[in-house]
């Protein structure tokens, strides 16, 4: 599991929620009845067919990723808190976890694990830090808490939760997963201490390497919590991998959900990267973005000059446009609008 931040369903699919939600009937079982009937209806639909699920999947790097396991058969839509535990919450957006079939259908399907005080003990990677819950061993098994004498309530707290999703997910059940992780590992202890060691062109394919598939970098994310919460990170993550870290701070920005769940931000910086980004400074939701070599933007939603130099400003705008501001000049238009390329031959 890597963290993950939840982005904003758009107004007109959140009405449709909100319809659905009235259209639920009775009392009892039979408005868990009806709100199952309903959703089965409605999950063929396009509402969650393309914005549910295209939603859900930015908030992964724009990838099909199973939010529980990061298998890449993430295809249905889950309720975090199942139907017959509140049917109320059918068409809650934030009850939405993208998930593949089998996390869907396993043990979890219609329990709802909660601890003494009825809190939920079933992580939902987009609450909280999974990795204080989860820790992972090189060869990609998550490590089960026993209980201890004397726990303290937060001790026990972790241990419910640790327990609770290891069971009802099965997250140590699939050999090819626990492979997955693993190999997961061994490439990020070979290839990030060769990041600082190597410039421009080379870095930018080694951090695509360790960036693109969600579940390499929920192991990168998991490092990088040992590595800044580990009472012992040295002796945890070893010599080699400690020193990485420490060298290339930029990990803590590539771990982070909030600039991950940007998935026309992330396509964008991809594609800068790819033109020989030599520097990203963040400053809250701005990115100055520094290149080797003069690059060109431009957008055909209006009549703007195009934008060339090394320097650019790249802000994202939550209400889907994206902002460039670039030699002072000023530049909005929608996503796809854009296009960026290298600077053409003509200009000076
Ligand atoms: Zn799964």
Not at 174 to 191: C, F, K, N, P
Request: aromatic share 8%; glycine share 4%; charged share 30%.
């Amino acid at each position: 599991m890597i963290r993950l931040h939840r982005l904003d369903l758009s107004d007109e699919a959140e009405k449709d929620l909100l319809d659905l939600k009235a259209n639920i009937t009775d009392v009892g079982s039979a408005r868990k009845r009806s709100a199952r009937a309903l959703f089965n209806r409605a999950r063929q639909a396009n509402l969650f067919q393309k914005k549910v699920i295209s939603t859900l999947s930015g908030m992964n790097g724009r990838s099909q990723r199973c939010f529980y396991c990061l298998s890449d058969r993430g295809s249905a839509v889950d309720h975090y808190r199942p139907i017959d535990d509140d049917p109320d919450a059918a068409f809650n957006w934030d009850n939405y976890i993208l998930a593949c079939s089998v996390c869907n259908s396993s043990e979890k399907n219609k329990a709802f694990p909660v601890d003494e005080a009825g809190k939920p003990t079933l992580l939902n990677p987009v609450d909280v830090d999974p990795h204080a819950y989860l820790p992972l061993n090189k060869i990609g098994e998550f490590l089960w808490f026993d209980e201890e004498t004397d726990e303290t309530p937060e001790v026990k707290r972790v241990r419910s939760v640790n327990n609770a999703t290891l069971k009802y997910l099965g997250l140590n059940e699939y050999q090819d997963l626990i492979h997955e992780r693993g190999s997961a590992w061994v490439m990020i202890e070979t290839l990030l201490p060769m990041l600082t060691r190597n410039t421009d062109q080379r870095a930018a394919e080694i951090k695509k390497m360790l960036t693109e598939s969600p579940l390499v970098l929920s192991v990168l994310a998991f490092m990088v919590h040992i590595y800044s919460n580990h009472s012992e990170p040295l002796e945890y993550l070893g010599e080699r991998l400690y020193r990485a870290i420490a060298d290339c701070p930029e990990t803590q920005k590539w771990v982070d959900p909030e600039l991950r769940s940007r998935p026309e931000e992330h396509r964008i910086m991809q594609e800068l990267c790819g033109k020989r980004c030599v520097d990203v400074q963040t400053t809250g939701d701005d990115h100055c973005i520094h290149f080797e070599e003069d690059i060109s933007v431009s957008t055909r939603a209006s009549n703007a000059p195009e934008a060339k130099g090394k320097k650019l400003l790249h802000a994202y705008n939550r209400k889907g446009k994206v902002v460039f501001q670039f030699h002072g000049l000023e530049l909005v238009a929608p996503p796809s609008h854009w296009t960026i390329g290298p600077r053409p031959d003509s200009e000076i």
